[in-house]
């Protein structure tokens, strides 16, 4: 059974940093590509950021510059290191990936950048 479990949220002012981390289980992770996604109140679940197996990775436009996705294939880790936070980055965010086809979310952590 695959699983994945977010964590690393929490409540940061404006400027703030935070690092997300997603722990991952039943899958071989070095060969997956890996996502993070978020949820923001009232919103659709949008797309932040990728990477490939390869390690390439790639963003929406509202975090680049700001967000760094990474991987560790030893521990079979995601992470997503925030910087310069905004009030609408807050939501819940979410790592996913793909096996054969299927969709796997990862229960999800919240980040609340409020004053």
């Known amino acids: 059974q695959v699983h994945l479990v977010a964590s690393g949220g929490g409540l940061v002012q404006p400027g703030g940093s935070l690092r997300l981390s997603c722990r991952t289980s039943?899958?071989?992770?070095?060969?997956?590509?890996m996502d993070w996604y978020r949820q923001g109140p009232g919103n659709e679940r949008e797309w932040v950021a990728g990477?490939?197996?390869?390690?390439?990775?790639s963003y929406t436009d509202s975090v680049k510059g700001r967000f760094t996705i990474s991987r560790n294939n030893v521990r079979a880790m995601l992470y997503l290191d925030m910087s310069s936070l905004k009030p609408e980055d807050t939501a819940v965010y979410y790592c996913?990936?793909?096996?054969?086809?299927?969709?796997?979310w990862g229960r999800g952590t919240q980040v609340t950048v409020s004053p």
């Open positions: 990477i490939s197996s390869g390690g390439t990775t």
């Open positions: 039943g899958i071989n992770f070095r060969l997956h590509p």
């Open positions: 996913h990936t793909t096996r054969q086809g299927n969709h796997f």
